[in-house]
């Protein structure tokens, strides 16, 4: 099953069970994704629905955390429901030692040595596993590897 149709689907659910924060949030996702199929005019592919969903999230993080500095805890605590929401539907994330795994493997490939090879492992990592990392993350990771 495709994102849209889950995204459908749990649509449905939420406005059945009357949970209206939830439906809420699933409606603006379909929205999201309805606006970028006609800005592409074709439908989305799993490659587009997760970049769209990663872009999601980036904006929740970016406003809780504008939020925690102004004292808002009530639109802190909105944001970080839909982002556990919108997370539901990212790929499982890699755990901290799969993701330093995988990093040793990308560093091993590219014959990586120093921290002007960071672009190119960077590229490497977030193209292979896009949405199962968190960029900063795996900069942080590389950073620290290539420094070894």
Partial sequence: MSLAEQIVQDLKAAMKSGDHARTEVVRM?????????IDKRRPLTEEDE??????????????????????????????AYELKIIQTYLPQPLSSEEL????????TELNASSSKDLGRVMKEMLTRYRGRVDGKQVQELVRQKLAE
């Fill in 100 to 107: 330093s795994r995988a990093l040793g493997q990308v560093i």
């Fill in 29 to 37: 996702l379909k929205a999201h994704i309805k606006n970028m199929e």
């Fill in 50 to 79: 997760i970049q769209l969903l990663n872009s999601e999230v980036k904006k929740r993080k970016e406003s809780m955390e504008l939020f925690q500095k102004g004292g808002r805890q009530d639109l802190y605590d909105k944001e």
